[in-house]
């Protein structure tokens, strides 16, 4: 079975009890707070070597990496974060040095984010370096953001560039967490997810929670320069709309408003955060399905992004 076949496998049976306000299915799980008003975000998450990166990489960006992709779920919830647990596996021969560089690196982030390190796990893993961690939030309950409450009718915007992240942006990309607390400030967010595993599968889980479909504008489409590179394209056979579509790790934010807010929206977004591009690239709709429209014509989408334990 594949990825998401697992997960639903996992978690169709999981035990919960009263302080449970989101559980597994969404970017973070979310938890009663000390008060009404205030709710506690929990997410975990890994990084392995030889999948998210190599013996080569640096090792401050792999610790950098590591904390930000908790940070872009936290962002996905329209949270803050507050505190961290690190699980910390290695060969048993490791180097202490590349050890502590990576390190340098988490804390780093931490420190930009205001993100404390209490503590974590160590141990060794004959398969290379594994970091796990498990990241604490807060969000105000009347600003959380779910994937699951997507309306029909609304407008899908994406922030960023999309595809070719291989290139570097998977090591180096900034959790939007600014950006995401500024919109649910501001504007009535019905959904929002980052996209990790890319635009197409990330943009379904939020349809086949919010049980919508979508019709996106293949022109519209933000690609990145990375993904319209003539000699990428040529190594992994991916034009660039469909290397914004499949490719994974943009940890960009999607999400959705009501239509009637995306003229305002765009263009106060554009004197809050001129150098952060803001595209409209769709919108929902009562037919199930993701399907992409362009010049002529409008069909069902066929690519999908990054998938764990794909099927042979």
Not at 46 to 74: M, N, Q, W, Y
Not at 77 to 100: K, N, Q, W
Not at 179 to 196: G, T, V, Y
Request: hydrophobic share 40%.
């Amino acid at each position: 079975m594949d990825e998401i076949e697992l997960i639903k496998l996992l978690t169709r049976d999981l035990p919960g009890n009263d302080r449970v306000v989101v559980a597994a299915g969404d970017d973070c799980a979310a938890l009663k707070g000390e008060t009404s008003e205030e709710l506690l975000l929990f997410k975990t998450d890994a990084i392995v070597e030889g999948i998210h990166f190599t013996a080569e990489t640096p090792p401050e960006k792999i610790g950098r990496k590591a904390l930000a992709r908790c940070l872009s779920d936290i962002a996905a919830m329209a949270g803050s974060p507050t505190a961290a647990l690190v699980t910390l596996a290695l060969r048993a021969d490791f180097d202490p040095a590349r050890v502590e560089s990576i390190y340098l690196g988490l804390n780093k982030l931490a420190r930009e984010f205001n993100v404390a390190i209490v503590g974590g796990e160590t141990t060794t893993n004959p398969g290379g370096i594994l970091i796990s961690i498990s990241l604490l939030g807060r969000v105000e309950s009347s600003k959380i953001t779910l994937r699951s409450t997507a309306k029909l009718g609304d407008a899908i915007f994406v922030t960023g560039e999309l595809g070719g992240s291989i290139d570097g942006k998977h090591l180096d990309f900034e959790p939007r967490l600014t950006q995401a607390r500024w919109l649910a400030d501001r504007f009535p967010l019905n959904s929002m997810i980052d996209l990790s595993d890319g635009l197409a599968t990330d943009l379904k889980h939020v349809l086949d929670a919010s049980k919508v479909g979508a019709d996106l504008l293949s022109s519209a489409i933000p690609i990145s320069r990375a993904a319209r590179d003539v000699k990428a394209r040529s190594a992994n056979g991916k034009t660039p709309l469909s290397a914004a579509l499949s490719d994974g790790e943009d940890f960009e934010l999607l999400f959705t408003i009501p239509s009637k807010h995306a003229v305002p929206l765009n263009d106060t977004w554009k004197k809050q955060f001129p150098d952060l591009k803001l595209s409209c690239i769709g919108k929902t709709t009562e037919t199930l399905g993701l399907r992409i429209r362009d010049r002529n014509s409008i069909h069902p989408m066929a690519i999908d992004g990054y998938v764990h334990f794909k099927k042979p």
